[in-house]
């Protein structure tokens, strides 16, 4: 079975800088897809960034970019010039890329901006 | 084009009343995923479906919980008989159906058992 362990409960971060938040996860496919999601104090969940398994490149969107070590099984979220509306639960995921796509959670790891 | 739609957004049920769910999918989405979240907790894969079709329902208690996705309509996530280990928050997430697609997640509903 898959399993995705983030090992941060909480992390806090001053405004405009950088935080790392961790993540791994224990999978035998060797296809497969990686998420983080955000979970602001509305509890919307919102997609933050994808990586797919087969890409070697890590994936970028705009403040936020990942750290994808595949042997490892590692994948980390880079949130740079952090801002207040950064602050929320962050979730890393995981999905199999083939047949459907039952996404499995990690526990969550709240990140606190500090003016 | 309107995202994933859940109501209601909160709802209070007593204990031994039964709660409905509903989850409107994206538009062009045939896929749909229900999952709980527990206090503190990350979410948890309960079902999913397709139109008219269970898929998967290996993370759905055995009792209590029913899911349904009909040919027209919303799906549907029925708990019977509620009780207070049933307070959650249940999202609901649809997708297109083809393979390699993101999942995308509505609102949630929280319920709240008395």
């Known amino acids: 079975a898959q399993t995705v362990t983030q090992s941060q409960p909480e992390m806090s971060v001053q405004e405009a800088e950088t935080v790392t938040l961790s993540c791994t996860y224990d999978t035998s496919e060797s296809d497969y897809y990686l998420f983080w999601y955000k979970q602001p104090p509305s509890r919307q969940m919102i997609l933050v960034i994808r990586?797919?398994?087969?890409?070697?490149q890590n994936a970028t969107e705009n403040r936020f970019s990942v750290n994808f070590q595949k042997a490892a099984k590692s994948f980390s979220l880079k949130i740079s010039d952090s801002q207040l509306g950064d602050a929320a639960m962050y979730f890393c995921a995981y999905t199999f890329s083939g047949g459907y796509q039952k996404v499995t959670f990690g526990t969550g790891t709240k990140l606190q901006v500090i003016p | 084009n309107a995202g994933v739609m859940q109501n209601p957004r909160h709802l209070v049920r007593r204990r031994g009343q039964e709660a409905r769910l509903r989850c409107s999918p994206m538009k062009g989405h045939s896929h749909v995923y229900w999952y709980r979240q527990l206090p503190e907790e990350g979410l948890k894969f309960m079902v999913y479906?397709?139109?008219?079709?269970?898929?998967?329902e290996s993370g759905m208690p055995k009792e209590r919980f029913s899911a349904e996705f009909p040919k027209e309509g919303p799906s549907i996530l029925r708990i019977q008989q509620v009780v207070r280990g049933d307070s959650a928050a249940y999202f609901c997430?649809?997708?297109?159906?083809?393979?390699?697609?993101?999942?995308?997640f509505g609102p949630g509903t929280r319920l709240l058992v008395l």
């Open positions: 997430a649809s997708s297109p159906g083809t393979q390699q697609e993101t999942q995308y």
């Open positions: 990586q797919e398994a087969y890409k070697q």
């Open positions: 479906l397709q139109k008219e079709n269970i898929i998967d």
